[in-house]
């Protein structure tokens, strides 16, 4: 499916992943962004500006705190409002938590549960009702779904309803040949996941995967860029990408 003058709607999408996303479908697939993000950082504008004078496509920026169904109902709104239409979803949204299970709090389980789980679910729920025909809706999860290991019960658990509602997402759309899937990456070399791991972790998890390294951003957005262009035969689906860190 080619991009060019299509939209794609990016939750985060301008920082970390969702910016590295949202750079290569402008560069090489001349798509027309909607760039979610929670809080302003002060570069969002100049950010967008780069965009849109270096690849000469549309974009617009949409700031607001997600976390309930109304919250996602007025960002889909709103895109539809000022780009004429959706074509691809992708949901950026996340929060981790690395601690014992007998000590995280209720708080803290609810913040996730509300971050990881019910933003998801209204996000796809969304995107069923709003994405054009023959489109695309991503969610990005993580390869902690296929480790077996401790002090991560809350954010695997969270996640790990994202991949259930993905593949019941995917068969209601069929008849409307829009393709849902998860990309799962490893650990990866954010501010996300250094404030979670102590150095000795950092190196464990680099010790296991390709080239000694933690997942770049820049291995992931090629693959949802793909999920959005050529991969229109894949739906329903987690895809693993972790240098070897771990295979479902």
Same mark, same amino acid.
């Given at each position: 499916m080619s991009l060019s003058g299509k939209t794609a709607l990016i939750t985060g999408g301008t920082k970390n992943l969702g910016k590295i996303t949202a750079i290569e479908l402008a560069s090489k697939e001349k798509c027309n962004l909607f760039l979610h993000h929670n809080s302003n950082q002060g570069d969002e504008e100049a950010f967008a500006k780069e965009l849109r004078d270096k690849y000469g496509v549309k974009v #617009?920026?949409?700031q607001g705190k997600l976390g309930s169904q109304a919250s996602l109902t007025q960002l889909f709104d709103a895109a539809v409002e000022r780009m004429g239409r959706i074509d691809i979803a992708i949901?950026?949204?996340g929060k981790v938590l690395k601690?014992?299970?007998t000590e995280v709090t209720e708080e803290e389980f609810? #913040?996730?549960d509300l971050v990881n789980n019910k933003v998801a679910f209204f996000f796809i729920s969304e995107s069923m009702k709003k994405v054009s025909d023959g489109g695309r809706i991503i969610t990005l999860v993580t390869s902690l779904l296929a480790v077996y290991t401790p002090f991560y019960p809350v954010y695997q658990g969270t996640k790990a309803a994202v991949e259930y509602y993905t593949k019941a997402a995917s068969k209601e759309l069929m008849a409307r040949n829009i393709t849902v899937n998860c990309v799962a990456p490893g650990p990866m070399d954010t501010p996300f996941f250094y404030a979670q791991e102590t150095p000795e972790a950092v190196e464990f998890?680099?010790?296991n995967a390709l080239q000694q390294r933690l997942t770049d951003t820049r291995d992931i957005a090629p693959i949802i860029s793909f999920l959005a262009t050529?991969?229109?035969w894949i739906t329903g689906q987690v895809i693993f990408a972790n240098g070897g860190l771990a295979a479902n």
């Amino acid at each position: 499916m080619s991009l060019s003058g299509k939209t794609a709607l990016i939750t985060g999408g301008t920082k970390n992943l969702g910016k590295i996303t949202a750079i290569e479908l402008a560069s090489k697939e001349k798509c027309n962004l909607f760039l979610h993000h929670n809080s302003n950082q002060g570069d969002e504008e100049a950010f967008a500006k780069e965009l849109r004078d270096k690849y000469g496509v549309k974009v #617009e920026l949409y700031q607001g705190k997600l976390g309930s169904q109304a919250s996602l109902t007025q960002l889909f709104d709103a895109a539809v409002e000022r780009m004429g239409r959706i074509d691809i979803a992708i949901n950026n949204v996340g929060k981790v938590l690395k601690k014992p299970f007998t000590e995280v709090t209720e708080e803290e389980f609810d #913040e996730m549960d509300l971050v990881n789980n019910k933003v998801a679910f209204f996000f796809i729920s969304e995107s069923m009702k709003k994405v054009s025909d023959g489109g695309r809706i991503i969610t990005l999860v993580t390869s902690l779904l296929a480790v077996y290991t401790p002090f991560y019960p809350v954010y695997q658990g969270t996640k790990a309803a994202v991949e259930y509602y993905t593949k019941a997402a995917s068969k209601e759309l069929m008849a409307r040949n829009i393709t849902v899937n998860c990309v799962a990456p490893g650990p990866m070399d954010t501010p996300f996941f250094y404030a979670q791991e102590t150095p000795e972790a950092v190196e464990f998890y680099k010790s296991n995967a390709l080239q000694q390294r933690l997942t770049d951003t820049r291995d992931i957005a090629p693959i949802i860029s793909f999920l959005a262009t050529n991969g229109g035969w894949i739906t329903g689906q987690v895809i693993f990408a972790n240098g070897g860190l771990a295979a479902n």
